[in-house]
């Protein structure tokens, strides 16, 4: 028996790497915006110069009584995800309105992360500041390209 085991195992090490390569990247869901009056929240892929939209996922949710937002970010490799904000970043709400929440973000370098969300259009951006004297980034969270080729092909 022991010998049809390890006979197995051995297979299955000459196997796992071929299929590991032919496995499908990680395909991120659609955009998600959620809007409760007191909790928002939205999910996406940053899309704009300097994103990697089929690879990064962030995660906001934002909470009017808290006065703060909390966002995760996920990112993909190959067919591995990782959280790479093991305890979300915290933003503080600057702004909460009818019509739109804006929260920010102070780093140690003292520039800031701002998200602006717009609770009207669905809508949400991120505007990243650069602490390396880098340009600033200005990103939107859209579905991810996958998403958007999917709904290409079947509209044809």
Not at 14 to 25: F, L, M, S, V
Not at 58 to 68: A, G, H, K, P
Not at 81 to 93: E, H, Q
Not at 115 to 137: I, N, P, Q
Request: contains cysteine; proline residues 6%; negative net charge.
């Amino acid at each position: 028996m022991w010998k049809q085991v390890l006979t197995l195992f051995v297979l299955w090490l000459a196997i796992a790497p071929a299929a590991a390569e032919h496995a499908p990247p990680v395909m991120f869901d659609r955009k998600y915006f959620t809007d409760l009056g007191n909790i928002v929240a939205v999910e996406g892929s940053p899309t704009g110069e300097g994103a990697n939209p089929n690879t990064t996922r962030f995660v906001l949710t934002c909470y009017q009584e808290r006065r703060e937002c909390s966002a995760i970010l996920i990112k993909a490799y190959g067919t591995l995800i990782s959280i790479l904000t093991a305890i979300p970043l915290t933003y503080s709400i600057a702004v909460w309105a009818p019509d739109r929440v804006v929260a920010n973000h102070d780093l140690a370098c003292g520039n800031r992360e701002t998200w602006l969300v717009d609770r009207l259009t669905k809508t949400a951006e991120l505007s990243v500041g650069s602490c390396d004297g880098g340009e600033t980034h200005h990103w939107t969270i859209e579905d991810p390209p996958s998403w958007k080729k999917a709904d290409e092909r079947l509209g044809d």
